[in-house]
Each structure stands twice: as C-alpha cells, then as structure tokens.
C-alpha cells in the first residue's frame, strides 16, 4: 500500500488563510520525539524495511487506493480539539469524499504525552485492531466521546476494558492484548512517523503532502480538500 510521501513544504499562500490555532501542542519534543532514533531502530528490526516509518503500519486507512486526494491525520485521543474534529467534522468529510472515491483518509494516532492515560488510551484503539479495522474506528470514537471520563481515571485498564465491551469485541482477546502490550509496535510506528515529519502538535493533516495544522471548520476543510481535487 503505498501513500505520498509526508513533506514540510509550506501550505501555498491561497491555503494558509485557511489554517486555524484550534490544535493541541506542546512546547518541548516528547519523549517518542526525541527518541524518535531508537523507536525507528526498534521497529526496523521487527517490522522489515524502515528507511522510513511506512504509514500504512502506522495508520488506519479508509477510502479508495486510487483517490486522487490522500489525507494522513495526526490525531491525539487526550486532544479536545481531535474529539470535536473526529467527532462534528470528519463524518460529513467520509460521506462526501472518502465514501464517493476522492479522498483516502489515513488516521495515525499520536502520542504527544500531554495527556493523562494517553498512552493506554492508543493502546486501547490499538488493541482493537486486532479484531478488525471496524473495531479500531468505533473505538477510537468512543474513546474521543469519552474523553473526559477515561482521562480522569486512575484505573485506565478496566474502563477501557469497559469501553471494549461497548463496541461489542471480544473483551477477553482485548484484555490480553492490553496486558501484553502487544499494540507496542503500532503505537510505537505512530510516534515515530510523528517525530520523522515534525509533528508537535494535533491534529495535524497532511494532504497530498501539504501540511495544515488545526481543527478547520468543516466549510474551510472542504475548501482546502476540493482545491486538490482535480
């Protein structure tokens, strides 16, 4: 599955109007950041090539592979301004371009480690995935509807246990999973590819390599998505 390859370039002067502040960030690098080496040496003997983080390992893909548009999300679950885009946003963007072929959506959950239980929580998304690409989605929509409860926990594990039992996965397939962290190499491959293009903060999109950086409204999205499109 290959993807355009992320770029740094500057967001053209007919789109930077368009980038809004509504994002998360934060002033200093992570530690995925600053580490971003020893994450990408880790993940290169254990998942093949690595002359960079392949973001079809590091994502989750949705949309036709011939889209002339290609969208990659950075995307922190403890980040309000992630929930309200995931959650008022993005829906309509699926229905009008994803769903009609235009635009191939990747999703990579970052860990910007500004959050409390942000860590477990992309665990816990990618724990799902194990069952299946439907349940990384419900739960990763869960997981931003849920924000304010699963951030104030002091016992991550059973409410997101609680949290795959309302998706309707196999809590017991999840609960290993999340015992054994065998999501590691994911969540690792995320925070690498984050760290490789610069990313301090979410969300962050690059769209056919351009990068825009905020929550855009969804008129403003649209604007940016259909001067892409051929």
């Known amino acids: 599955m290959t993807f355009p390859a992320l770029s740094r370039g500057a967001v053209p002067a007919a789109l930077l109007a368009l980038t809004v502040v509504a994002a ?6 992570s530690a995925a950041e600053s580490g971003g080496a020893a994450a990408a040496s880790a993940l290169d003997q254990q998942l093949g090539s690595f ?14 592979a011939d ?27 699926h229905r009008e371009y994803v769903e009609t072929g235009k ?5 990579v959950p970052f860990v910007m480690g ?7 929580a992309t665990r816990a998304a990618e724990c799902a995935t194990e069952q299946g690409e439907d349940a990384f989605w419900a739960m990763r929509d869960l997981l931003y509807r849920r924000q304010d409860e699963w951030k104030r926990t002091d016992d991550p594990e059973t409410v997101l246990g609680r949290y795959a039992a309302d998706v309707g996965i196999d809590t017991e397939r999840f609960s290993s999973c999340y015992r054994e962290n065998r999501s590691r190499l994911r969540v690792m491959a995320g925070n690498a590819l984050a760290a490789q293009n610069g990313v301090r903060g979410t969300p962050t999109f690059f769209i056919n390599g351009i990068r825009v950086q905020g929550a855009l409204p969804l008129d403003r999205f649209r604007m940016v998505l259909d001067a892409m499109l051929p």
């Open 103 to 107: 635009v191939r959506w990747l999703y």
């Open 24 to 29: 998360c960030g934060r002033e200093r690098p």
């Open 114 to 120: 500004t959050f409390p239980n942000g860590e477990e």
């Open 67 to 93: 889209a002339p548009v290609t969208v990659i999300e950075f995307g922190d679950f403890g980040c309000p301004y992630c929930a309200r885009f995931a959650l008022e946003t993005y829906p309509t963007l």
């Open 51 to 64: 002359g960079m983080v392949n973001p079809a390992a590091a994502g989750h893909v949705r949309g036709a």
